[in-house]
């Protein structure tokens, strides 16, 4: 695979093109022609398909689009352009077995199959979401390590610091990066668990500055950092910053796009594709151990919408047949904690990802927008599912989807806040409520009328 | 003779299509037979683009293509615009907006689709793109005499980059001159009033709502 000297070199004198011209004249075109060409066509009464052949023409048009359209580099105006053996050797070359963690919590993340009964590999915690105080953050982050069948953590993201409301790029951008790592660490040692890797880095950084200067007070080469595409098919030099850093210090690192539906790519065929596209940039460019996808529906914040499983599914399934690269899929809910909506949500996206072949993020709960509306529960009970999917044909999770999104869909518009940590979880044992419990167990017995096998 | 309303039918249809050659040549027809160029605008142009606007709600149709359709939109006032200055008529926009990222968020997609949507009721928008300070937008609401200042943020940490472009309006005595409004993922009805903001909304569409409402 060509190297990442090689990759800065083109980011810094491939052709230049004006950022509306690259979007409007080449990436729109060139895709809409593409999805013609492949004849990829989407079947709203199909949200998982079982169609392998659609799965490979929808891998064959990305990496066609990949060569074709390359990755635009918001700094210098110059696009990233790699031929299709450049593609394709990267595909060939990358990692597909990275190790995370330490100790007994030390655990790789295969490349799983579609319908494989491998069990998915489960990164959980916050997604990013924001919370309120550094206690809440704590008690959450013990909460997500107290879960046996948490891999690794992403941990919240901190508003204030010592009660100041951060500001980004300025100097509590940082201290906050450092208070970040400091309270993770911390929480997962509380939870006996002072191996499993940390693999967001540091929600709270926005700037290089912060996650780069954070990242030396605490966290370690067996966690890994998240870095990130800008839509449609851009990068940064901050970001790229960040992918000097972390492979001079031999870490790892998980590439992360999230494409809105409706937007440059449009409906559900160009989000397929476009996925296909980001996941090989990701390792090209980004030089990443993993790639992490949330496709999110653009009308509603969330990516649990009957027309968004279609594109995630299908995208999934390409990867995972054409490359032994590990692919991540996160979900966001739109309904927030103690609702059944939330829980439908998480057991739809969940079913989807494993029986496409990915492995599992959860996730972003409440749309990831609503300050300490998350608990450990959610992405306890999206563990469970997860691991209770695999093995499900594409058929069956089809069948599993279609029952369970008309139960929720006509409120995603409007959905439940449900309630906050402090509301549904106890402060100081940090178990669920009453109430929680038997929902939680309400919605688990209904998902074994489904089919589900919970372990 | 061809009918008045077909002629606007083609013309609404080509904005739609996004067809700029096409809604440039059914502007000059509606002129050619005898259609007031305000008419035109009121009927052809903004009707078109605001089925435009809610077939993007309705997932119909895409972002690339509103931005087509209020390019197709532009060409066709070259046409127009001529015909409007030489009659006694004027076609008012409802106003201007200076619309941003705050200061540290690199995130333009919602921006993206509330400034397309803006354009496409008719307001007269200029997008200063994303990393934006307070002293920017001030300096360039100055420069356009605009109505309403717009900013986004899709990360909490940039969030207090809102209210510091309220605070310097404030501090120099400005802040009567213009509405402030605000919107993004994180962002909320309560952050709005915390901060004194004039309006929030969640979605572009309500943004659009809320920018007329505040100029009327």
């Not at chain 2, 066709?76 to 990222?101: C, F, N, W, Y």
Request: charged share 20%; net charge negative; proline share 5%.
């Amino acid at each position: 695979m060509i190297d990442f000297f090689e990759v800065i070199k083109r980011a810094l004198t491939g052709p230049y093109y004006s950022e509306q011209d690259f979007t409007l004249k080449v990436l729109v075109p060139k895709l809409r022609a593409i999805i013609k060409k492949y004849g990829i066509i989407y079947d709203s009464a199909t949200p998982v398909p079982s169609n392998d052949q659609l799965a490979d023409d929808v891998f064959r048009a990305g990496v066609e689009l990949c060569a074709e359209v390359g990755c635009y580099c918001k700094d210098t105006s110059r696009v990233i352009r790699f031929t299709t053996d450049e593609i394709l050797e990267a595909l060939r070359d990358a990692p597909s077995q990275p190790f995370f963690g330490e100790g007994s919590d030390r655990k790789a993340m295969f490349a799983r199959k579609p319908e494989s009964s491998d069990p998915p590999y489960c990164y959980v915690g916050a997604g990013g979401s924001v919370v309120t105080s550094e206690d809440v953050f704590v008690r959450l982050v013990e909460g997500y390590g107290r879960n046996p069948l948490s891999d690794s953590i992403t941990c919240p993201t901190l508003t204030k610091i010592n009660g100041m409301e951060i500001v980004a790029s300025s100097p509590l951008e940082l201290l906050a990066c450092i208070r970040a790592v400091e309270l993770g660490r911390a929480a997962l040692r509380r939870a006996q668990r002072p191996g499993l890797p940390i693999m967001n880095s540091i929600a709270t950084g926005v700037t290089a500055t912060g996650k780069i200067g954070g990242s030396a007070f605490g966290l370690r080469n067996s966690d890994c950092w998240v870095v990130g595409f800008t839509s449609p098919l851009k990068v940064q030099f901050g970001r790229m910053n960040e992918v000097a850093y972390i492979i001079a210090r031999g870490a790892q690192l998980v590439g992360e796009a999230g494409e809105p539906m409706g937007g440059f790519a449009g409906g559900p065929e160009g989000i397929a594709v476009i996925s296909i596209v980001y996941h090989i940039l990701s390792i090209l460019v980004l030089r990443s151990s993993v790639h992490l996808t949330f496709p999110m529906d653009i009308r509603y914040g969330c990516n649990t919408s009957w027309e968004i499983m279609w594109p995630i599914s299908v995208a999934a399934q390409a990867m995972s047949r054409n490359s032994h690269h590990p692919i991540l899929n996160l979900a966001y809910t739109a309904a927030g904690p103690m609702t059944e909506m939330c829980l439908y949500e998480i057991a739809v996206a969940m079913i989807n990802f494993v029986a496409s072949g990915g492995n599992i993020e959860f996730g972003g709960v409440a749309k990831g927008t609503s300050p300490d509306r998350m608990s450990p529960l959610e992405p306890r009970f999206a563990t469970e599912v997860a691991h209770a999917a695999a093995g499900l044909s594409r058929a069956q999770a089809n069948e599993i989807i279609t029952t369970l999104i008309p139960k929720y869909k006509d409120r995603l518009a409007s959905p439940p806040k449900g309630a906050t940590f402090q509301e549904c979880f106890d402060w100081v044992s940090i178990q669920p409520c009453q109430e929680y419990i038997e929902l939680y167990g309400q919605i688990k017995d209904e998902l074994v009328g489904y089919g589900l096998k919970f372990k | 003779m061809t009918n008045k309303s077909d002629l606007l039918a083609e013309f609404q249809l080509a904005i739609i299509e996004g067809d700029a050659e096409r809604a440039k040549g059914a502007a000059q027809k509606c002129l050619d037979n005898g259609i007031t160029p305000i008419e035109a605008v009121e009927v052809g142009m903004r009707d078109g683009l605001r089925i435009v606007g809610e077939k993007f709600e309705k997932l119909e149709l895409y972002l690339p293509d509103m931005i087509l359709a209020a390019e197709a939109g532009n060409e066709a006032m070259k046409v127009l615009e001529p015909a409007i200055a030489a009659s006694d008529q004027r076609a008012t926009p409802p106003g201007i907006v200076i619309i941003g990222a705050a200061k540290g968020d690199i995130h333009t997609i919602g921006k993206n689709i509330l400034t397309m949507m803006l354009k496409l009721t008719g307001f007269i928008v200029q997008d200063l793109g994303e990393d934006v300070s307070a002293t920017t937008f001030l300096e360039q609401a100055r420069k356009l005499n605009a109505d309403i200042i717009a900013i986004s943020s899709l990360m909490t940490s940039t969030m207090p980059s809102q209210r510091e472009v309220i605070n310097l309006l404030n501090d120099i005595h400005e802040r009567d001159k213009f509405k402030v409004i605000v919107g993004g993922a994180p962002v909320t009805q309560q952050w709005a009033d915390q901060i004194g903001a004039d309006g929030y909304a969640e979605t572009a569409a309500g943004g659009v709502t809320l920018a007329l409402k505040l100029v009327a």
